[in-house]
C-alpha cells in the first residue's frame, strides 16, 4: 500500500491554530500542541477560516439552508398543503433501500403531524425493480389518490410520468440522482438540488435528505406555532441515518444533518427505532457513524434486499414496542440471510477472478452468475472493488434478462461510464461511484469489452494501487486525552469527512503479536527511543489491527521490533481497560530516520 503524506501551507496552518487555540472547546495543557494539528486536519478538509472552524466544529440546526432555495420546493409545499387541507389522499412513492425507505418514513410523518392522510408505496425488489411504475400510478388513481409524490427516485421516470399526467394525477419528483441528457420528467414539480438551474447550496443531499428539506418546509408553512427546532430534530434521527448510509460527503448541511442526527439517537423515543437500536447492541449509548454504517443501516436494508421494504416503514409507524420488536428481530434475520447469501456470490466471484485471467486484468471488472440474489449484488459490488482496487459491476442472469449494480474507485465516474455505451441497456441510472441497471443477457459480453475500453482511455495502471493518506506525523508521546479530544471534535467522520489517519515512525513492537479469529491481530507498542517526553515514554498503547492478522504472521513480528505505523485514534469503552487505543491501517519496517518516510514518498 502506498502512503500519501499529506502537507498544509505552513502559513495557514500557523495562523489557524493562533485562532483555534483561543476557543474554549480546546482544553488542557495541550491545547497548543491540539490546535496545530486540528489546524492541518481542517485545511485538508477545506475549512480555512476561524468563522468557518467554527461552524464545523460545532454544528447547528441554524446552520440548515432555508428550503425555498431548492428550485420547486414552493410549488411542491403549496402544493402539498392544498392536498392537507382539502383531505385529499396522498401516496408517498420510495424507493427500497435505506435511504428510500428512510425517505418515506420521514415524508409520511411529516404530512400526518401536519393533519394530512399519506399512504405509500415501495416496490419490490425483484418484482418491481428501482424507480416510478405507470401501473402503480394508475392503480393509486383509481384509488381516488390524485397526488403523488416521489423521494429517492423519478428524476428518470418519464413513463410514470406520461401515466400520472394521463390518470389526471399531479406527480412531485423530490430526488438526488443525476438527470441524463433528456432533461426531467413532465411533473407537477421537480425538487432536485442536481436540476439544471438549480443553486442550492448543499447538492450532494442523499434522497431522505431531500425529504428532509421538504419536511422542513411543510412543518413551517403548516405548524408555525411549534418549536421548529425540536420538531426538525426528531427528524433528523432518520435523515442521518440516510445521510451516512448513503455515503454522502458529510459536509457542509449533510454534516448538520449527520452530526445533531446522531447526537439526538442517544433519546429514542419512537418504539420502532428503540427496538432496531437494541437489536443491533446500540441502545441507551452515543453513536458513531460507523455504528450506523454498519451495524443500524444494514438491518434497513435487508428488508428491501432480502424480502419487502415495508417491513421498515411499519417499524417506524408501530405504536406498540412488542410488535416493533418483533420487526425489528425479523430485520435482523434478514440481514443474517443476506450476509449468507453475500458470502456465497463473493466466493464464486473470487473463484472466477482465479480461474479467468482476462477478467482479472480488466480495467472495469464486469461479472455476471446465474440466479444471484438481485438484493445483494450492490454490496457484493463493493466487495469486489475493495478486494480488486477495480470498477466492478456485478449481474444477476435470469434468463434473457440481467439486472446489475456497479461500484467504482475514485477517480472513476461509472455513471458516465454507463452512459458511453447507454444502448445496451434497458434502464440504468445512478451516479458517479453507484449505478443500477438492466440489459438482455445476451448483451454481456458487448458490455463488458466496451467498458473495459472505456476504463483503459480513462485509467492507468497506477490507479488500481492501494492508497492511504496520511494527514499527520503524530508521534506516540505526543497522544494525550486532551488531543483525542481535538481530534474527535472532526466527528462524524465518512465520505468527504474521512477520519484522519497518522503516521509514527520507529515505534518498538513491547510483545508478540497476538492473532483473533484468525483475521485481527493485536500489537503492543511504545514510542520511539528517540523520544524525549520523560515518563511518558514508558507508555505502551494497544493497536488493533482489524484484517491484519494475515499481513501480520507473513511479516514474522518478534518483540524489540521496529515499525513504522499508520493508524487512526480510538477509544475503548471498557470500564476498566478502557481509554485511547489506535486502530492500525497498516504498518512497515521501520525507515531509518523518521524524515526517510518523507523522502520515500518524494
Request: glycine content about 8%; hydrophobic content about 45%; proline content about 5%.
Amino acid at each position: 500500500m502506498r502512503w500519501n503524506v499529506r502537507q498544509a501551507p505552513r502559513d495557514r496552518a500557523e495562523a489557524l491554530a493562533a485562532e483555534l487555540s483561543s476557543l474554549p472547546l480546546l482544553t488542557g495543557k495541550s491545547s497548543q500542541g491540539s490546535a496545530a494539528l486540528l489546524s492541518k486536519l481542517l485545511l485538508f478538509r477545506k475549512v480555512e477560516t476561524i468563522e468557518a472552524a467554527q461552524n464545523f466544529l460545532v454544528p447547528s440546526i441554524d446552520h440548515l439552508h432555508s428550503p425555498y432555495l431548492l428550485t420547486g420546493m414552493q410549488a411542491a409545499v403549496e402544493r402539498l398543503d392544498a392536498a392537507i387541507e382539502r383531505k385529499e389522499g396522498i401516496l408517498v412513492y420510495g424507493d427500497y433501500d435505506v435511504d428510500g425507505t428512510t425517505a418515506v418514513v420521514i415524508l409520511k410523518t411529516a404530512i400526518e403531524l401536519c393533519g394530512g392522510a399519506a399512504d405509500f408505496h415501495v416496490p419490490h425488489r425483484i418484482r418491481e425493480g428501482y424507480d416510478l411504475r405507470g401501473d402503480v400510478i394508475e392503480r393509486a388513481a383509481a384509488a381516488g389518490i390524485r397526488l403523488v409524490i416521489s423521494v429517492d427516485a423519478g428524476t428518470r421516470a418519464f413513463a410514470a410520468a406520461e401515466s400520472a399526467r394521463r390518470a389526471g394525477v399531479d406527480l412531485i419528483i423530490t430526488d438526488h440522482h443525476l438527470p441524463g441528457a433528456d432533461g426531467l420528467p413532465d411533473a407537477f414539480a421537480v425538487v432536485n438540488p442536481n436540476q439544471p438551474g438549480c443553486e442550492y447550496p448543499c447538492k450532494s443531499l442523499c434522497g431522505a435528505g431531500i425529504a428532509f428539506k421538504v419536511a422542513q418546509a411543510l412543518l413551517q408553512k403548516r405548524l408555525a406555532h411549534r418549536d421548529q427546532k425540536q420538531l426538525l430534530l426528531s427528524f433528523m434521527k432518520v435523515a442521518a441515518i440516510a445521510t451516512i448510509a448513503d455515503s454522502v460527503p458529510l459536509v457542509g448541511e449533510n454534516r448538520v444533518i449527520a452530526s445533531l442526527g446522531l447526537n439526538a439517537l442517544r433519546i429514542a423515543v419512537n418504539p420502532g427505532l428503540k427496538a432496531l437500536l437494541e437489536v443491533s447492541q446500540l441502545g441507551g449509548k452515543p453513536l458513531s457513524s460507523g455504528e450506523v454504517a454498519f451495524r443500524i443501516a444494514p438491518r434497513i436494508n435487508a428488508a428491501g434486499r432480502m424480502d419487502i421494504a415495508r417491513d421498515v416503514i411499519d417499524l417506524f409507524s408501530l405504536k406498540d414496542a412488542t410488535l416493533a420488536r418483533d420487526i425489528a428481530l425479523r430485520l435482523d434475520k434478514l440481514n443474517t440471510d443476506r450476509q449468507e447469501e453475500e458470502r456465497r456470490i463473493v466466493q464464486a466471484i473470487e473463484q472466477r477472478m482465479t480461474d479467468d485471467t482476462p477478467l482479472r486484468e480488466a480495467f472495469c471488472t464486469v461479472i455476471d452468475g446465474d440466479g444471484w440474489h438481485r438484493g445483494v449484488i450492490g454490496i457484493t459490488a463493493t466487495r469486489v472493488v475493495e478486494r480488486y482496487g477495480r470498477p466492478a459491476l456485478v449481474i444477476s442472469v435470469d434468463g434473457d434478462e440481467a439486472h446489475g449494480s456497479g461500484r467504482s474507485i475514485p477517480g472513476f465516474h461509472l455513471l458516465n461510464a454507463l452512459e458511453s455505451c447507454g444502448k445496451l441497456f434497458t434502464r440504468f441510472g445512478g451516479h458517479a461511484h453507484a449505478v443500477g441497471f438492466s440489459l438482455p443477457s445476451a448483451r454481456i459480453p458487448e458490455l463488458r469489452l466496451q467498458l473495459d475500453t472505456y476504463a483503459r482511455a480513462c485509467l492507468k495502471i497506477s490507479d488500481f494501487e492501494p492508497a492511504l493518506n496520511i494527514d499527520s506525523e503524530l508521534p506516540l508521546d505526543e497522544i494525550t486525552p486532551e488531543l483525542f479530544d481535538a481530534v474527535s471534535r472532526l466527528e462524524p467522520f465518512g465520505a468527504g469527512n474521512p477520519e484522519p489517519v497518522f503516521v509514527a515512525t520507529a515505534v518498538r513492537l513491547a510483545a508478540q503479536p497476538k492473532i483473533l479469529k484468525d483475521k485481527h491481530a493485536v500489537l503492543r507498542l511504545s514510542p520511539a527511543e528517540t523520544s524525549n517526553a520523560g515518563w511518558r515514554r514508558s507508555l505502551t498503547y494497544k493497536a488493533m489491527g482489524w484484517r491484519l492478522a494475515e499481513k501480520v504472521s507473513e511479516s514474522k513480528l518478534l518483540a524489540g521490533d521496529r515499525l513504522d505505523i499508520a493508524f487512526t485514534l480510538d477509544h475503548n469503552e471498557h470500564p476498566e481497560f478502557g481509554g485511547i487505543e489506535l486502530s492500525l491501517r497498516d504498518f512497515k519496517a521501520a525507515a531509518s530516520t523518521p524524515s526517510a518516510l518523507a523522502a520515500e514518498q518524494s
